[in-house]
């Protein structure tokens, strides 16, 4: 059995011996290739007057400028409205390519680029949300909406009600490998594009488009990826079509790869949320209205801009019954870079909200934000503000039940209280937070897959599938799951590179959907050869072929009676026999609908739950704080792949924790971002990780209708990382005398930690002299 068995990742020693290849590693693959590198305008809006490329065509070894003119089709990468220019007139943030300089080497290009001489006319600029706002700069005229109830009604009945702002940082990706291709023509004049892509189909698409080719004529291939976190599922599209069109121009090979300085100021990040809401609530702490305005900063384009809004309105609820609500957003237009997806797509910006409203709730009833959070979960029965029943909902409550006494939760508390009451300088916090996520594109023509299997005549086997490798594990479970439903070893299963041509019209790897859809289609590949190979082997064995077991690698009655054959026997004999050994399979998720003019439906196949239990340290002095002590519970249904799992909960929370508390992207007000380099922007290192954790995975949690009863797991676990946010809020808390409101920023950096304190320190001195 390979399904549910604890192994490494496919690539595990490739990975640790530097023997994995990645897109960059294949270019001595490609003798005479040609290096990119950009010409950037260092403003944030200015009208592009002029370009010459005199100067950089002196550099030795530059062999071309590539401009607009170069451009054979349309000069435009816009993955979901054309409104990315690639060559462009009118620079729209700060940093964005007017050029590329083609040289013999990458230091050639470089110089060349900086040889190239541009003018421009500086324009003024909208460089935050609230500037977007007081202009009107929106990327779409109507706000989007998800409405249930009389939420203005419940407002004024309630017999409480608050109101609060928050604002939620945006986030570098920071995958270990940046963005990079390579591309080639053949004889027949078809371009090849090596590309560290999410999504291969939409890179040939746009690709097909700058060219103006047929797409039959444009191969796209994904090997692996260092890592991606929504940062390449339509941003390595621009730089595909920046390759291709040297490769044409040129009949050379070209490579573009980007610096991190450059992959910072060009690509797109985690938008940043502007979230204002007023919550209506009873006696108890029980959430009656809940009324969200939720801003997100787009950047220039639009990109994939509207589907995160969108799930960040889906998501507005968390684990939480909101018997009315209006949750209502805008995409704003900025003179940023264009953000794009990031591992939870919106989801986390729209969860902050509420957690936040929550925690407010909970100090003005003056109860514990636990008990608050847990009287407000979803029950069976329940549906969402958009009417999508809750399956399962009775698992929120088993993961937190199960989670407080396994993590010694009421215990802790009482003992943190004793350290709290007797230490002046140092203070403790200890928070649980759930996590319901649902799982599916929101679009819904994504939620397709298919998949082409393999069968050599000596019973090896090859899988290819549109799913795309990026260290998250997804080709391993790919293996588990073909080799499992053929019966044979692992070792006899090869995974294909990711290619457009053997894998057409294939969705982008995101929405945490990879193994949910490819795994499906690899599936019923799999089953259509194992049938055709049943009645190959019935008629040897002289066995019906609805009693025969593939397994271990061999064929066999399923009473264990009789004879047997091995896997690569009935193969071969099928091969005599004529019997087709390749087949296609496809999968589709069943009965997803959502109409976004009434905001109802059923846009998820399922969601996904979990919890977790922080427990911080914070210094009165300096804002710093320590990580003590996480307890983690997760539901991924019936695991496949238990390490591979763990991995992605461990590895999910900890980018979590980054965002929530330490990864701060500074922008200064003229347009220009401050925090480019490792030095500069802060990701959590070694000694941020707990000094105690404990992660576990929720046991008997079968997911009825998708492949092997597991469940989705890439990005469910970041939200996880709300803990960490509100044990910080509960441990500056205690510097007060029972404050009304802990304001605290967004990352929670040190500094906005030691702000945050300074605030509920001086509360009760404010509330006297108010009082007097």
């Known amino acids: 059995m390979s399904i549910g068995k604890a192994i490494s990742h496919e690539s595990a020693e490739g990975h640790v011996t530097g023997g994995a290849l990645y897109t960059d590693d294949l270019v001595a693959r490609y003798p005479g290739c040609l290096h990119a590198w950009p010409v950037q305008v260092m403003h944030a809006h200015a009208t592009l007057d002029a370009i010459r490329a005199d100067g950089a065509l002196e550099v030795d070894g530059v062999v071309r400028v590539l401009t607009a003119a170069d451009v054979p089709g349309e000069n435009d990468t816009g993955p979901a409205r054309h409104d990315e220019t690639l060559f462009p007139t009118e620079v729209l943030y700060w940093g964005q390519p007017v050029a590329w300089v083609l040289a013999e080497t990458e230091e050639a290009a470089k110089m060349g680029a900086l040889a190239v001489e541009v003018d421009v006319t500086p324009l003024d600029a909208i460089t935050s949300i609230e500037q977007a706002i007081a202009a009107d700069s929106f990327h779409d005229p109507e706000p989007g909406v998800i409405a249930r109830g009389d939420v203005d009604g419940a407002l004024k009945r309630a017999a409480h009600q608050l109101s609060g702002e928050l604002f939620v940082g945006g986030q570098e990706h920071f995958y270990l490998e940046t963005h990079a291709s390579i591309a080639s023509v053949d004889e027949a004049g078809s371009v090849l594009v090596q590309s560290s892509t999410q999504h291969p189909t939409e890179t040939q698409e746009i690709v097909s488009r700058v060219l103006d080719l047929p797409k039959n004529e444009v191969v796209v291939q994904s090997l692996r990826m260092g890592g991606a976190f929504g940062g390449k599922e339509t941003q390595a599209n621009a730089f595909a ?66 589907p995160v809004l969108h799930r960040a309105l889906f998501h507005a609820d968390n684990a939480y019954f909101l018997p009315h609500a209006r949750i209502v957003g805008r995409v704003c237009k900025t003179n940023h870079c264009s953000n794009t997806a990031f591992r939870g797509f919106g989801g986390p910006q729209g969860m902050a909200m509420i957690e936040d409203a929550l925690d407010r709730i909970a100090r003005a009833r003056s109860l514990p934000a636990h008990v608050v959070r847990e009287r407000n979960f979803y029950r069976p029965g329940h549906t969402t503000h958009y009417e999508q029943e809750v399956d399962q909902a009775d698992r929120i409550e088993r993961i937190w039940a199960e989670l407080k006494q396994s993590s010694e939760f009421d215990a802790r508390r009482e003992a943190i209280a004793a350290f709290n009451a007797d230490s002046t300088d140092l203070k403790r916090g200890l928070a649980i937070t759930p996590v319901k996520f649902g799982i599916s594109f929101t679009a819904k023509f994504f939620n397709q897959a298919g998949a082409l299997v393999l069968v050599y005549r000596d019973g090896s086997v090859q899988v290819n599938h549109g799913g795309t490798e990026m260290g998250q594990g997804l080709h391993t479970k790919m293996l588990q799951i073909a080799a499992h439903e053929l019966g044979i070893p692992l070792e006899t299963v090869r995974i294909m590179p990711t290619r457009t041509d053997k894998v057409p019209n294939t969705s982008a790897t995101a929405a945490s959907s990879g193994t949910d859809l490819n795994g499906a289609a690899i599936r019923a590949a799999c089953e259509t050869i194992r049938d055709r190979l049943a009645g190959v082997a019935g008629r040897m064995l002289g066995v019906d072929p609805g009693d025969l077991t593939f397994a271990d690698g ?75 002590r996480v307890d983690i519970l997760h539901d991924v249904g019936d695991s496949l792949s238990p390490l591979v799992d763990l991995g992605q909960v461990e590895g999910g929370f900890a980018q979590g924790v980054g965002w929530l508390t330490q990864e701060e992207l500074w922008w200064a007000p003229d347009g220009r971002l401050g925090t480019v380099n490792a030095s500069t922007y802060k990701l959590p290192t070694l000694g941020e990780c707990p000094e105690e954790m404990h992660v576990e995975l929720l046991p008997r949690a079968t997911e009825p209708g998708v492949v092997h009863g597991s469940k989705a797991v890439g990005e469910p676990p970041f939200m996880l990382a709300f803990s960490v946010r509100e044990a910080l809020r509960e441990a500056v808390a205690a510097f007060g005398d029972a404050p009304a409101v802990v304001e605290l920023g967004s990352p929670a950096t040190a500094e906005q930690v030691f702000w945050a304190i300074q605030r509920v320190a001086a509360e009760p001195a404010a509330a006297k002299e108010a009082a007097q």
């Not at 069109?245 to 050379?252: M, Q, S």
């Open 554 to 628: 061999r064929v066999a009655r399923t009473d264990g009676l009789g004879d047997s054959a091995t896997f690569a026997e009935v193969v071969d004999r099928a091969y005599f026999d004529r019997v087709q050994l390749s087949a296609t399979g496809f999968y589709r998720t069943p009965n997803l609908h959502f109409d976004e003019k009434t905001g109802r439906g059923r846009p998820f196949h399922y969601f996904a739950y979990g919890a977790a239990v922080a427990e911080v340290e914070v210094d009165r002095f300096t804002g710093m704080y320590a990580l003590r």
């Open 241 to 306: 079509a920046v390759a291709a069109i040297g490769c044409r121009a040129t009949g050379r090979p070209v490579r573009v790869r980007l610096d991190r300085a450059r992959d910072f100021t060009i690509s797109g990040k985690r938008h940043p949320f502007l979230g204002r809401y007023t919550v209506g609530f009873d006696d108890a702490g029980q959430v009656e209205a809940f009324d969200l305005q939720l801003f997100s900063d787009g950047g220039y384009s639009l990109d994939l801009s509207n």
